[in-house]
C-alpha cells in the first residue's frame, strides 16, 4: 500500500457518514458528508434514518420477491450537469424522506455538491498519484480509479449489507466519460454492482448542445455503444431543460423523416454520415426510455424516478437472467480451465521423472520403459524369472508411466561407456574362442 491509496472507511464510519450525509441535505443541495467522532454505532446510525410511504413518495413500488436498492451509474459528456444533477436527486430524496447512498467516483474533483456515504477520495490521493507515477492529469485519474477498483469489492459487501434499508444508490462518475466507460476498471465497477444489485446506467445529455443534429447524433451513438458494452438498462436523461425544452430531441427520435430534414442543414460531410447512421439507430430508440429533467430548477424529478423503478423491474425480469447466464458460463470455463492445468501439472511431473505422458485420456496409458534384455544370451534363472513376473502384475496393476521398480532398474543401468567397454570385451571372449577352436581343429588334422 502505497501513500497514494489508503484503507475504505470501515463499516462503522460509513454508516455515520450516511446519517451525516442524508441529514445535512436541505431542498437546494446538501453539505458535504463525511466520518463523525467515534460514539455511534453503525445499527443506530441506520436505525434513525427516516421511513418513507412509495405511494406517497410518487414512485410506484418494483414488483420483486425481495426489495433492493437500485443502483445508478451516472454517466455523461463533460458538461452535461451529471454532478449538478447528483445534488438536486439528494434534494429530491432528502425532501421525499428516502433511504439512499451517494457515492463519488471522480478523484480529482475539489469539492462535491451533494453529501458523499462513500468517496474515492478517502481511498485514493489524486494529486499524490501524479507525483508517484509521473502522470498527467487524465492519466493520473484512470490510476485512481484502477486502485480504487482493487477494493470495490469491500464496497459492493458494505452495500449487500445495508441493501434492506435502502432504496437507491447513486454514483457519480468521473467528467471524462471515456476514462470510466472504456477502462478495466470501469467494467470491474459496473459488473461488481449488477452482481450485487440492480444496476441501470444513467446517460446524461446536455439538452441545449444537442439541438444541433449532428450533436444529437454523437450523443446517441455514445449512448447506444455504453448500452451493448455493459448489457444494462440505460435511461436516457435530457438535463437542462430549463433552458430548452427536450421535445425536439423525442421528435427526432420518434419520427425518423424529422430528424432527416434537420440533418438537411447541417453542409458538412458530417450531415452526410449522419443520415446513414440515422436509419441503424431508429431501432435502438424503440428499446430506450427518455425524460427531461433540470437540475437547477427540480424539474422531472419524479417522473425521473418512476423511469429509474420501471429500468429495475426490466433489470429483474430480462438483465438478471442473463448475468446469471454469463456467471454460470464463466465458472463453467474457469472450472474446465483449472482441471486443464491441474492434468497438465500432473503429466508435466511425470514427464520431469522419465515418464512417457499421453495427454488424451481417452488413449491407453503410456507404460514405463522396457526392461533390458540379457546381452550375452544367458537364460535367467527361475528366481529372475519369478521377479519379472511379479513386476509384470505391478505393471498392470499400477498403469502409471512411471514406478518405483522402474526407478530401481534405471539407477542400475549403465552409462554407454560401460556398454561399449562390455562390447568389446564380449568380442576380445569370442574371438579368443573363435581362435582356440581354429588351433584345435588343426592340431587333430596333423594327428
Known amino acids: 500500500k502505497t501513500s497514494a491509496a489508503a484503507d475504505l472507511p470501515q463499516t462503522t464510519d460509513t454508516a455515520k457518514m450516511h446519517a451525516q450525509g442524508t441529514s445535512s441535505s436541505s431542498a ?16 443506530n446510525a441506520m436505525g434513525a434514518l427516516p421511513t418513507v410511504d412509495e405511494t406517497q413518495a410518487g414512485i410506484p413500488p418494483r414488483v420483486t420477491s425481495e426489495r433492493k436498492p437500485v443502483a445508478c451509474l ?17 434534494a429530491y430524496l432528502h425532501e421525499k424522506k428516502e433511504k439512499y447512498y451517494m457515492i463519488n467516483l471522480d478523484p480529482a474533483v475539489l469539492e462535491t455538491s451533494f453529501g458523499a456515504n462513500i468517496d474515492i477520495r478517502d481511498t485514493v490521493n489524486y494529486k499524490e498519484v501524479m507525483k508517484q507515477y509521473a502522470l498527467g492529469p487524465n492519466g493520473a485519474i484512470l490510476t485512481s480509479l484502477n486502485l480504487f477498483a482493487t477494493r470495490f469489492d469491500e464496497v459492493t459487501k458494505l452495500l449487500d449489507q445495508r441493501k434492506a434499508n435502502l432504496n437507491y444508490v447513486l454514483l457519480d462518475t468521473p467528467g471524462q466519460i471515456e476514462i470510466f466507460t472504456w477502462s478495466a ?8 454492482l449488477a452482481a450485487t444489485l440492480p444496476t441501470i446506467i444513467i446517460y446524461v445529455v446536455d439538452t441545449p448542445r444537442s439541438a444541433r443534429a449532428v450533436t444529437f447524433m454523437s450523443n446517441m451513438l455514445y449512448a447506444c455503444s455504453i448500452l451493448y458494452k455493459t448489457k444494462l438498462p440505460l435511461l436516457l436523461v435530457f438535463n437542462k431543460i430549463d433552458v430548452q425544452p427536450h421535445q425536439f430531441a423525442i421528435d427526432w427520435m420518434s419520427d425518423l423523416t424529422a430528424f432527416q430534414a434537420a440533418l438537411q442543414e447541417e453542409k458538412s460531410y458530417m450531415g452526410t454520415l449522419a443520415t446513414s447512421m440515422a436509419l441503424m439507430l431508429e431501432e435502438f430508440y424503440n428499446s430506450l426510455t427518455a425524460v427531461g429533467v433540470s437540475a437547477l430548477s427540480g424539474e422531472g424529478m419524479e417522473e425521473f424516478f418512476q423511469a429509474v423503478d420501471r429500468a429495475a423491474a426490466e433489470f429483474e425480469v430480462t438483465y438478471a437472467e442473463e448475468l446469471r447466464q454469463r456467471a454460470k458460463q464463466r465458472d463453467e470455463q474457469e472450472a474446465q480451465r483449472q482441471a486443464a492445468a491441474a492434468q497438465k501439472f500432473k503429466s508435466d511431473r511425470l514427464a520431469a521423472a522419465g515418464a512417457s505422458v499421453v495427454l488424451d485420456g481417452n488413449a491407453p496409458q503410456a507404460k514405463g520403459p522396457k526392461r533390458r534384455e540379457n546381452r550375452a544370451g544367458d537364460e535367467r534363472d527361475d528366481d529372475d524369472e519369478e521377479d519379472d513376473e511379479d513386476e ?3 505393471e498392470d496393476d499400477e498403469y502409471a508411466g512411471y514406478t518405483v521398480k522402474d526407478e530401481m532398474y534405471n539407477r542400475d543401468e549403465r552409462d554407454e561407456a560401460t556398454e561399449r567397454e562390455d562390447y568389446e570385451s564380449l568380442s ?6 573363435r581362435e582356440q577352436r581354429g588351433r584345435s581343429g588343426g592340431q587333430g588334422n596333423s594327428s
Open 28 to 43: 437546494g443541495g446538501s453539505t458535504q458528508g463525511g466520518a463523525t467522532p467515534d460514539g455511534d454505532n453503525s445499527a
Open 74 to 90: 451516472i454517466l455523461g459528456m463533460a458538461g452535461a450537469g451529471k454532478s449538478s444533477l447528483l445534488a438536486r436527486l439528494n
Open 185 to 192: 476498471s470501469g467494467a470491474i465497477i459496473s459488473e461488481s
Open 392 to 394: 509384470d502384475e505391478d
Open 428 to 433: 576380445r571372449y569370442l574371438k579368443a574362442q
